[in-house]
């Protein structure tokens, strides 16, 4: 089975934490790349974090600082640490899987079904 499972959102204050986590399956997690996309209502989806095979890590600039990405090789497992959250944070979060670049852009070919974070003012 090829699945990416995710989990960790919710209802949380600004400048509050939430821990996001992704559950894939071995096939999936072996790929190049993993990441953590996220989109608002009205807005683009946009890359918020993603860390390779060999653990280096991407962040937007919007959230350095403040979220951290980390795999669990032996568990198949991906998170997102999320601190000091922000109002603009709020989207729904997708854990993605990357095993292919065209034209030297990363394609993200599997995704999880998405999970909620909604940050209150």
């Known amino acids: 089975q090829v699945q990416l499972v995710e989990s960790g959102g919710g209802l949380v204050q600004a400048g509050g934490s939430l821990r996001l986590s992704c559950a894939a399956s071995?096939?999936?997690?072996?790929?190049?790349?993993m990441g953590w996309y996220r989109q608002a209502p009205g807005k683009q989806r946009e890359l918020v974090a993603a860390i390779t095979s060999g653990g280096s890590t991407y962040y937007a600039e919007s959230v350095k600082g403040r979220f951290t990405i980390a795999r669990d090789n032996a568990k198949n497992t991906v998170t997102l640490q999320m601190n000091s959250l922000k109002p603009e944070d709020t989207a729904v979060y997708y854990c993605a899987a990357s095993n292919r670049i065209v034209s030297g852009t990363r394609k993200y070919g599997y995704w999880g079904q998405g999970t909620q974070v909604t940050v209150s003012s």
């Open positions: 071995g096939s999936i997690f072996s790929t190049n790349a």
